[in-house]
Protein backbone atom coordinates (compact mmCIF):
# COMPACT_ATOMS: atom_id res chain seq x y z
CA UNK A 1 0.00 0.00 0.00
CA UNK A 2 1.26 3.29 -0.82
CA UNK A 3 1.37 5.84 1.92
CA UNK A 4 -1.33 8.09 -0.07
CA UNK A 5 -3.04 10.16 -2.64
CA UNK A 6 -0.48 11.26 -5.29
CA UNK A 7 -0.80 13.85 -7.60
CA UNK A 8 -0.02 12.96 -10.98
CA UNK A 9 0.39 14.97 -14.52
CA UNK A 10 -2.62 13.68 -16.79
CA UNK A 11 -1.18 16.64 -19.40
CA UNK A 12 2.23 15.78 -18.71
CA UNK A 13 1.78 11.75 -19.89
CA UNK A 14 -0.08 12.98 -23.06
CA UNK A 15 2.71 15.40 -23.72
CA UNK A 16 5.79 14.00 -21.99
CA UNK A 17 8.89 12.19 -23.05
CA UNK A 18 8.95 8.68 -22.42
CA UNK A 19 10.44 9.10 -18.98
CA UNK A 20 7.93 11.56 -17.87
CA UNK A 21 5.15 9.29 -18.82
CA UNK A 22 6.86 6.34 -16.82
CA UNK A 23 6.92 8.32 -14.39
CA UNK A 24 2.72 9.32 -14.48
CA UNK A 25 2.19 5.36 -15.29
CA UNK A 26 4.08 4.77 -11.62
CA UNK A 27 2.31 7.53 -9.80
CA UNK A 28 -1.01 6.99 -10.99
CA UNK A 29 -0.40 3.28 -9.63
CA UNK A 30 0.78 3.69 -6.59
CA UNK A 31 -1.46 6.26 -5.70
CA UNK A 32 -4.09 3.79 -7.29
CA UNK A 33 -3.60 1.18 -4.38
CA UNK A 34 -5.35 3.37 -2.29
CA UNK A 35 -8.34 3.66 -4.64
CA UNK A 36 -7.82 7.56 -5.47
CA UNK A 37 -5.78 9.63 -8.00
CA UNK A 38 -5.33 13.55 -7.96
CA UNK A 39 -4.56 14.79 -11.63
CA UNK A 40 -4.04 17.80 -13.74
CA UNK A 41 -6.26 18.73 -15.95
CA UNK A 42 -7.90 21.05 -18.69
CA UNK A 43 -11.53 21.22 -17.82
CA UNK A 44 -11.91 24.82 -18.20
CA UNK A 45 -12.15 26.24 -14.70
CA UNK A 46 -15.32 27.99 -16.47
CA UNK A 47 -17.18 24.94 -17.34
CA UNK A 48 -16.38 24.20 -13.36
CA UNK A 49 -17.76 27.08 -11.81
CA UNK A 50 -20.58 27.72 -13.97
CA UNK A 51 -21.95 23.53 -13.70
CA UNK A 52 -20.89 23.96 -9.78
CA UNK A 53 -22.57 27.38 -9.12
CA UNK A 54 -25.75 25.86 -11.50
CA UNK A 55 -25.48 23.15 -9.28
CA UNK A 56 -25.67 25.12 -6.15
CA UNK A 57 -28.60 27.40 -7.07
CA UNK A 58 -30.34 23.70 -7.73
CA UNK A 59 -29.92 22.62 -4.18
CA UNK A 60 -30.40 25.96 -2.33
CA UNK A 61 -33.95 25.67 -3.43
CA UNK A 62 -36.72 24.32 -1.38
CA UNK A 63 -37.47 20.48 -0.90
CA UNK A 64 -40.67 21.07 -2.98
CA UNK A 65 -38.96 22.68 -5.48
CA UNK A 66 -36.49 20.45 -6.20
CA UNK A 67 -38.71 17.21 -6.17
CA UNK A 68 -40.43 18.90 -9.62
CA UNK A 69 -37.18 17.01 -10.61
CA UNK A 70 -37.69 13.53 -9.55
CA UNK A 71 -38.13 10.88 -12.46
CA UNK A 72 -40.60 8.43 -11.39
CA UNK A 73 -39.37 4.90 -12.27
CA UNK A 74 -35.68 6.21 -13.22
CA UNK A 75 -34.64 4.37 -9.84
CA UNK A 76 -32.58 6.85 -8.90
CA UNK A 77 -30.56 6.61 -12.70
CA UNK A 78 -31.45 10.19 -13.78
CA UNK A 79 -33.20 13.74 -11.71
CA UNK A 80 -33.51 14.02 -8.35
CA UNK A 81 -33.00 11.86 -5.55
CA UNK A 82 -34.08 13.35 -2.37
CA UNK A 83 -32.80 13.37 1.58
CA UNK A 84 -33.75 9.97 3.15
CA UNK A 85 -34.33 8.28 0.36
CA UNK A 86 -31.38 6.04 -0.71
CA UNK A 87 -29.65 3.16 1.95
CA UNK A 88 -26.13 2.09 1.84
CA UNK A 89 -26.14 -2.00 0.86
CA UNK A 90 -24.16 -2.12 4.46
CA UNK A 91 -26.81 0.07 6.12
CA UNK A 92 -30.27 -0.34 7.52
CA UNK A 93 -31.02 3.53 7.73
CA UNK A 94 -31.13 5.68 5.16
CA UNK A 95 -28.75 8.02 4.11
CA UNK A 96 -28.64 11.88 4.72
CA UNK A 97 -27.82 12.72 1.11
CA UNK A 98 -29.72 14.38 -1.84
CA UNK A 99 -28.22 13.74 -5.62
CA UNK A 100 -29.08 15.17 -8.92
CA UNK A 101 -27.89 12.27 -11.45
CA UNK A 102 -27.92 12.95 -14.94
CA UNK A 103 -25.99 11.41 -18.07
CA UNK A 104 -25.64 11.89 -21.67
CA UNK A 105 -28.71 11.38 -23.43
CA UNK A 106 -29.47 8.02 -25.63
CA UNK A 107 -31.16 8.61 -28.49
CA UNK A 108 -34.68 6.98 -29.02
CA UNK A 109 -34.48 3.72 -30.61
CA UNK A 110 -30.81 3.03 -29.31
CA UNK A 111 -30.16 -0.47 -28.55
CA UNK A 112 -29.87 0.17 -25.22
CA UNK A 113 -32.66 2.08 -24.69
CA UNK A 114 -34.74 -0.47 -26.32
CA UNK A 115 -33.61 -3.29 -24.58
CA UNK A 116 -33.00 -1.74 -21.11
CA UNK A 117 -35.52 1.33 -21.09
CA UNK A 118 -35.25 1.31 -16.90
CA UNK A 119 -31.60 1.35 -16.91
CA UNK A 120 -31.06 4.01 -19.66
CA UNK A 121 -34.82 6.74 -18.76
CA UNK A 122 -34.71 9.89 -20.72
CA UNK A 123 -32.88 12.25 -18.46
CA UNK A 124 -34.70 14.53 -16.02
CA UNK A 125 -33.31 18.03 -15.20
CA UNK A 126 -34.51 21.05 -13.74
CA UNK A 127 -34.43 23.48 -16.50
CA UNK A 128 -37.24 25.38 -15.00
CA UNK A 129 -35.39 25.91 -11.90
CA UNK A 130 -32.57 26.63 -12.99
CA UNK A 131 -32.47 27.86 -16.58
CA UNK A 132 -29.69 26.09 -19.38
CA UNK A 133 -28.72 23.52 -16.74
CA UNK A 134 -28.82 20.92 -18.69
CA UNK A 135 -26.64 22.10 -21.65
CA UNK A 136 -24.24 23.03 -19.16
CA UNK A 137 -24.75 19.42 -17.05
CA UNK A 138 -24.40 17.50 -20.58
CA UNK A 139 -21.04 19.17 -21.46
CA UNK A 140 -19.62 18.97 -18.13
CA UNK A 141 -20.11 15.27 -18.01
CA UNK A 142 -19.16 14.91 -21.38
CA UNK A 143 -15.49 16.84 -20.40
CA UNK A 144 -15.48 14.95 -17.69
CA UNK A 145 -16.20 11.65 -19.48
CA UNK A 146 -13.34 11.90 -21.96
CA UNK A 147 -10.90 13.31 -19.04
CA UNK A 148 -11.16 9.60 -17.42
CA UNK A 149 -10.86 8.04 -20.52
CA UNK A 150 -7.72 10.18 -21.43
CA UNK A 151 -6.69 8.93 -17.86
CA UNK A 152 -7.81 5.02 -18.15
CA UNK A 153 -4.68 5.29 -21.01
CA UNK A 154 -2.50 5.74 -17.79
CA UNK A 155 -3.44 2.97 -16.18
CA UNK A 156 -3.84 0.80 -18.94
Known sequence: MSDGILDVDLLAFEQGSGAARRAVVDGATRSLETGFVYTSHDVPDDLL???????????????EEKQTAIAPGANGQTGYTGLLVETAASSDKPDWKEMLNWATPIPTGHPLKRNYP??????????????????VLYRFHDTVADLQRRFLRVIA
Do not use: H, N
Open 49 to 63: DTAYGMLREFFEKSP
Open 118 to 135: TAYPDQVLPDALVPGISD
